[in-house]
């Protein structure tokens, strides 16, 4: 509490008005002057109130540790600044009951120099805030006082256990910040196999509480390695727990508790997935498995997939390379990719060098995989491959042989037939994903249609690296139809093959019976 009171003396006849006041801020002394009635005042006496340590070391701010002493000096001067000794100071305490004074009576006389002397501490070590200390001298029934505000904080200084100043415990933060690690053995740029997790103790008021010994538990026991089962908090009230992983993906969370108290709290989950890539969950696949030889450019995007032994996708920036010596294969900057979730995908470019009927295009794709059983690196690799076509190269088949005649068709008695073939290379390969066959007749007699296997569908993979020149032409159904047919004869048909702008056309004869369509 301030003491702003004017009052009215007269010293040496002259009236001087003045007006007291206390307070003080922080690292300065608190002032005050006389009380009176306030009709023109002048303040024969003056106080001052200072803070110090227990050497008698003024301090530097107005706060001090709960388990420290300090010093509350008060110094009596007249208005002209000499000295009044032999006065009795009183000091007291806002109300809010923070402190303890030493004596207990709160009083000390004045020196030869005007000054008086007390300690001060907290009542209790948790008994923190903020408070008012008042020193008071009433000479000639007038009290003459100062304050000043103080703090006191849960600061801890040698000799005190700082266990006994704990009043909560915090998680801060994990890092790697997605709180996740790999499965030990997958560690490598990026992908990290320890966490360190950390956790603040604070005091009653929130304030860091350094040297606080905490105790760690993994919660559930066992699945990973705790580093060290205990720590001490730093300067910033900071412990922290490492953490490292076994071979086997899991979640935990870790438990810190204050040593020798129920104050506890536990880190967010923290994860320990994807291990090393494998041979076995290395997978191949493409959007197109049929390219167009004849335009350079033409596509497929192959996804490359990985996983480790768990089926997880392995840690991002598993790089893979590509390579093919067909066409092209990756970008100028990668021949590659890196994958992100266990994905990445390359694309592959039909341009010279191009493989010709019956060759197929091999696209190899390794990745280099720490095993953790053979302690070293191991290649992975699988291939997947291409056919690049032309339809140029198109024409019917049956079975093996090329189509050069339409014979013993079987018509009936609407006097259409149905015969059903392959279309495709004379290698055995599929026409580019997307060709289309159509039928153009010759005659007035016979005419046929496609039925089915137009647009030609994209030829799935076989990727047994021996089929060098496996049968992947497409089925395909022709309709056959005749007008009045009143003896037997023969009919050309102009079929065409078109991808792209290219267009193949070859004709060939069917030879039919003598038919008339039932009325």
Same mark, same amino acid.
Do not use: H
């Given at each position: ?34 009380? =009176? ?28 540790? %709960? ?7 008060? *110094? ?74 103080? %703090? ?17 415990v915090n998680f801060v933060s994990a890092v790697p910040a997605d709180k996740s690690i790999v499965i030990a053995g997958a560690g490598g740029n990026g992908r990290s196999e320890t966490a360190i997790l950390q956790y603040k103790v604070v005091d009653g008021t929130g304030a860091a ?60 989950? $923290?994860?320990?997935?994807?291990g090393t890539a494998v041979p076995g969950a290395f997978d191949l696949s493409a959007t197109k498995f049929v390219l167009n030889r004849d335009i350079s450019g033409d596509s497929s995007i192959i996804r490359v997939a990985v996983s480790d032994a768990n089926g997880n996708p392995v840690a991002d920036g598993f790089p893979v390379v590509a390579t ?15 994958? /992100? ?19 197929? /295009? ?10 953790? %059983? ?20 198109? =024409? $019917?088949?049956?079975?093996?042989? $090329? ?79 005749? *007008?009045?047919?009143? %003896? ?32």
């Amino acid at each position: 509490m301030k003491i702003y009171n004017c009052v009215l003396a007269v010293v040496m006849t002259a009236a001087l008005a003045a007006c007291g006041g206390g307070g003080g801020s922080g690292g300065t002394p608190g002032f005050g002057g006389s009380t =009176g009635n306030g009709s023109g005042t002048s303040a024969t006496y003056v106080v001052q109130l200072q803070l110090q340590t227990s050497a008698g070391v003024d301090l530097a701010s107005n706060s001090f540790a %709960a388990s420290d002493s300090v010093r509350l000096l008060a *110094t009596l001067k007249t208005a002209a600044g000499a000295a009044v000794p032999n006065e009795i100071v009183t000091f007291s305490e806002s109300g809010s009951g923070l402190l303890q004074f030493t004596p207990t009576a709160a009083t000390a006389l004045t020196n030869a120099s005007g000054q008086a002397v007390i300690e001060a501490k907290a009542g209790a070590l948790d008994a923190l805030g903020a408070t008012t200390v008042t020193a008071t001298a009433t000479l000639a029934a007038k009290p003459y006082a100062a304050s000043r505000n103080l %703090a006191v904080t849960g600061a801890v200084v040698e000799g005190v256990d700082p266990q006994t100043l704990a009043r909560g415990v915090n998680f801060v933060s994990a890092v790697p910040a997605d709180k996740s690690i790999v499965i030990a053995g997958a560690g490598g740029n990026g992908r990290s196999e320890t966490a360190i997790l950390q956790y603040k103790v604070v005091d009653g008021t929130g304030a860091a509480v350094p040297g606080v010994r905490v105790t760690f538990e993994a919660i559930p026991a066992n699945v990973v390695t705790l580093n060290s089962t205990t720590g001490t908090t730093d300067a910033s009230g900071v412990v922290s727990a490492s953490v490292s992983s076994k071979t086997l993906p899991t979640s935990v969370v870790v438990k810190a508790t204050v040593t020798g108290s129920t104050l506890l709290t536990q880190s967010d989950t $923290l994860t320990v997935t994807t291990g090393t890539a494998v041979p076995g969950a290395f997978d191949l696949s493409a959007t197109k498995f049929v390219l167009n030889r004849d335009i350079s450019g033409d596509s497929s995007i192959i996804r490359v997939a990985v996983s480790d032994a768990n089926g997880n996708p392995v840690a991002d920036g598993f790089p893979v390379v590509a390579t093919t010596t067909y066409g092209r294969v990756g970008t100028s900057d990668r021949g590659g990719c890196t994958t /992100i979730n266990g994905l990445c995908d390359i694309e592959y470019q039909v341009q010279n060098p191009r493989p010709l009927d019956g060759v197929r /295009i091999p696209v190899v794709v390794t990745g280099q995989a720490f095993s953790a %059983a053979a302690g070293k690196d191991v290649t992975i690799s699988d291939t997947i491959y291409f056919n690049a076509t032309s339809v140029s190269d198109g =024409g $019917l088949y049956s079975g093996n042989s $090329l189509v050069t005649s339409f014979d013993g068709l079987a018509f009936d008695g609407t006097c259409k037939a149905i015969w059903t073939g392959s279309v495709g290379t004379v290698k055995g390969f599929a026409l580019p994903a997307g060709s289309t066959l159509s039928i153009e007749s010759l005659s007035t007699v016979a005419s046929a249609s496609v039925l089915s296997g137009s647009p030609v569908l994209d030829a799935l993979n076989a990727r047994a690296p021996e089929q060098s020149s496996p049968n992947t032409r497409t089925a395909v159904a022709l309709t056959f139809s005749l *007008t009045k047919a009143t %003896a037997p004869g023969t009919a050309n048909l102009l079929f065409k093959l078109t991808a792209g702008t290219r267009v193949q056309q070859f004709a060939i004869p069917v030879n039919y019976p003598a038919c008339t369509p039932a009325a």
